[in-house]
């Protein structure tokens, strides 16, 4: 009985640790930090954009993304790169952008809208499915010809898993191969939902990050030239959240009961 109840407990944990690894948002909303690090996102400035990156490289980020202004000038590369036009975004931060990614820690953002798209399709950030089809643009060489027959399908679920899971959703390989299929599948465009657009450009107070989370870009309070009172960075706990520790123990709560009633 002991034994049973123990097994069926675990497998409870493992789904419910797996479904919080699906969430892309890692608590940091790019709309948020753009207050508080005082940056404007704006895809037209491409000054802004590659000033940054000219930091990053000069300022040794790219092994300590907490030393001097890396941290800023990240967050600048990083919502431009997500966010923008993929037209629009200088050659050299497209590049760039890989060198820091893994070193420091990123915002969330969406894609802006692309008019006269069609709607995303719908992708599974963990199950690899975003390499898979890189794999298969190569493979069928839409580097040279993107056809709609045999890669317009593996180009979207490229794109959107790249724009809307996290980083680590794609290999290294497929991230940096992804801008290498850009000009041949540019015919190939597709837009997340309005809303979801839109909310991502808007920090409330729910998107605001607890104090646990914040402590991966070093609790921000370091940071006391962005003139953020600590008023501010009080945790907030979203209804979303607080909805998932309640089934999850509701959850743990039925198996047990149920493992009662089989003894």
Not at 156 to 171: G, M, P, Q, Y
Request: hydrophobic share 35%; proline share 3%.
């Amino acid at each position: 009985f002991f034994a049973l109840t123990l097994a069926l407990v675990a497998t409870v944990i493992s789904v419910h640790g797996a479904e919080d690894d699906h969430d892309h948002a890692d608590g940091h909303q790019c709309a948020c930090e753009a207050i508080e690090f005082n940056y404007t996102i704006d895809c037209s400035d491409t000054v802004a954009m590659t000033s940054a990156l000219a930091r990053l490289q000069s300022g040794g980020c790219s092994s300590d993304c907490t030393a001097g202004t890396c941290e800023r000038d990240w967050l600048i590369v990083q919502t431009h790169h997500d966010h923008c036009p993929e037209s629009g975004i200088p050659e050299a931060v497209e590049i760039g952008f890989h060198d820091y990614d893994d070193v420091c820690a990123s915002c969330d953002i969406v894609r802006q809208e692309i008019p006269g798209a069609p709607q995303c399709p719908l992708v599974n950030c963990t199950d690899g499915s975003g390499t898979a089809a890189y794999l298969r643009l190569l493979t069928n060489n839409c580097n040279v010809e993107c056809s709609e027959s045999l890669c317009k399908d593996d180009w979207l679920t490229l794109r959107v898993v790249h724009d809307i899971c996290d980083h680590s959703a794609l290999s290294q390989a497929a991230e940096e191969g992804l801008h290498a299929l850009e000009e041949s599948c540019d015919a190939f465009q597709c837009n997340l939902p309005l809303a979801v657009i839109a909310k991502t450009l808007v920090c409330t107070e729910d998107m605001k990050t607890d104090g646990d989370k914040h402590d991966d870009h070093d609790d921000h309070d370091d940071h006391d030239d962005h003139g953020h009172d600590d008023g501010d960075k009080s945790p907030t706990m979203t209804p979303a959240t607080t909805a998932d520790s309640g089934s999850f123990k509701l959850a743990i709560g039925s198996i047990i009961a149920m493992a009662i009633a089989i003894v």
